[in-house]
């Protein structure tokens, strides 16, 4: 199983920028896909940002296109969020996951993100 703790998160004002990481323990990192999931206060945990194993491929939600960019480093065993142009409507605790080649899926215990007006 992956060991996920994540980084970065903290208090900036809209407009701002903020790059989040997560650092992954344990065997065979390069072999399972990465993702960012975030939770608002009230609301359920939403998909923000994936990619493949490789990096080769990324997703990202629709609410974040344009504006952030995940990346990966298989030899660091680290994930990166970069998020740019923050809104407080991404006021959030995000969390990384990881889901290996046979469906395990793992979670960090999250970062809060604040974004204030």
């Known amino acids: 199983q992956a060991q996920l703790v994540e980084s970065g998160g903290g208090l900036v004002q809209s407009g701002g920028s903020l790059r989040l990481s997560c650092a992954a323990s344990g065997r065979a990192f390069n072999n399972y896909a990465m993702g960012w999931f975030r939770q608002a206060p009230g609301k359920g945990r939403q998909f923000v940002a994936g990619l493949s194993w490789s990096g080769a491929l990324t997703y990202e939600a629709d609410s974040v296109k344009g504006r952030f960019t995940v990346s990966r480093d298989n030899a660091k065993n680290m994930v990166y969020l970069q998020m740019n142009s923050l809104s407080p409507e991404d006021t959030a605790v995000y969390y990384c996951?990881?889901?290996?080649?046979?469906?395990?899926?793992?979670w960090g215990q999250g970062t809060q993100v604040t974004v204030s007006s």
């Open positions: 996951n990881a889901v290996s080649a046979s469906g395990t899926t793992n």
